[in-house]
């Protein structure tokens, strides 16, 4: 027999007009219950099980002489894996319980927890006294509710996570372009060396062609009285939250490859006609966004500069460079915890909830299974 429940109050009952050697009780849910002679397992039921799965499961549960048995069975169908799930078994006038992740059982007479599954690895076994019992899953034990915070570049994940500090100089056209007009007259390197007698220890971090920046920096140090390094102190590294933050890794091989696609299929798509279409609407060559990792070649490739084979070898060998520095980046964030992204979606995704709750629930010492 299958239900689909969030929760139930059981009482073991060997009347043979009961429910197996259970008296069960529903509320309309989400979770399958699968109910024995001495048994029921209660786990989170998932779209578009086939009726074959779930009826070779109920033959697991209908057939098992003993709460090892039936774990083994369990088990070998890949159940273990399962991040929230609840096995009740009455053995000898005695309940026993092995209870993961999102599931409580509660004395359905008091509400006092008897056993919690919150932060457990692999099973959280128990035997209660025979009696009424009330079983909540599908939901953390405490209620957690968690944010997700998905994208963004390296920065702005910093930002978050660790009160980054930005200073408050606001941008100065004019400056800007003095600065840039002493480029064009005496080199990038003179404008380096500006930067050099304002704030040493940015000058020390910037390369000399990494203009931008280095026009940035002189403006904070000009303009602002302040150094444009002072934000990068003030963040101190630590996490301003109660983040659990997760990276993805691939082998390089296959990283590269999934590059090349994209950008075919951004080619394929129309970038050149966008960045033509934005030409034509008078967006400057020169600004910001034009000098990002695509748009700068097309504009190339555009002006006759280069052809489009070329333009895309460009691309990806920029887009390739730009995700080793994010590697690079990321790597000096000792919080975040990696997985890798070949595994498949599903157990990947097992893994990472599993780490969740055993973070949230466990003082966040648990490490990652990866």
Not at 211 to 232: C, D, M, P, T, Y
Request: aromatic residues 6%; glycine residues 10%.
């Amino acid at each position: 027999m299958t239900e689909q429940v969030d929760d139930a109050v059981m009482a073991p009952n060997p009347s043979p007009a009961a429910l197996g050697g259970w008296r069960v009780s529903y509320r309309p849910g989400s979770w399958l219950v699968l109910s024995g002679p001495s048994s029921l397992v209660m786990l989170d039921a998932r779209p578009g099980q086939a009726d074959e799965f779930i009826n070779g499961l109920w033959e697991d549960v209908v057939g098992a002489a003993s709460v090892s048995a039936l774990v083994g069975r369990l088990a070998a169908r890949g159940l273990d894996r399962i991040a929230d799930l609840a096995v009740l078994f009455l053995e000898d006038g005695v309940m026993r319980t092995l209870v993961r992740g999102g599931v409580r059982v509660l004395d359905a007479d008091t509400g006092a927890a008897l056993v919690d599954g919150a932060g457990v690895i692999t099973w959280r076994e128990s035997q209660i006294a025979t009696g009424r019992v009330r079983v909540d899953v599908g939901q953390d034990a405490d209620g957690l509710e968690l944010p997700l915070v998905v994208g963004g570049t390296g920065l702005y994940i910093k930002s978050l996570l660790e009160g980054y500090v930005f200073n408050e100089t606001s941008g100065d056209r004019a400056y800007r372009e003095k600065i840039e007009r002493l480029a064009q007259e005496k080199g990038k390197e003179f404008v380096h060396g500006l930067l050099q007698e304002a704030d040493p220890e940015a000058a020390a971090r910037l390369h000399v062609n990494d203009f931008r920046r280095v026009v940035r920096a002189l403006e904070v140090a000009s303009l602002g009285n302040e150094h444009i390094s002072e934000q990068r102190e003030a963040a101190g590294g630590e996490l301003a939250y109660d983040a659990y933050v997760i990276g993805l890794r691939r082998e390089r091989q296959a990283l590269y490859a999934r590059i090349e696609e994209r950008v075919d299929a951004m080619l394929e798509a129309g970038l050149a006609d966008e960045v033509r279409s934005l030409l034509a609407e008078g967006v400057p060559r020169d600004c910001p966004a034009m000098k990002g990792i695509g748009y700068r070649e097309m504009l190339a490739y555009l002006a006759g500069s280069m052809d489009l084979p070329l333009a895309a070898e460009e691309i990806k060998k920029a887009t390739r460079h730009f995700a080793k520095r994010q590697l690079t980046w990321f790597r000096k964030m000792p919080y975040v915890h990696w997985y890798a992204a070949s595994q498949g979606e599903e157990l990947l995704l097992e893994k990472i909830c599993t780490d969740i709750r055993r973070s949230f629930h466990a003082g966040k010492t648990a490490e990652p299974t990866g």
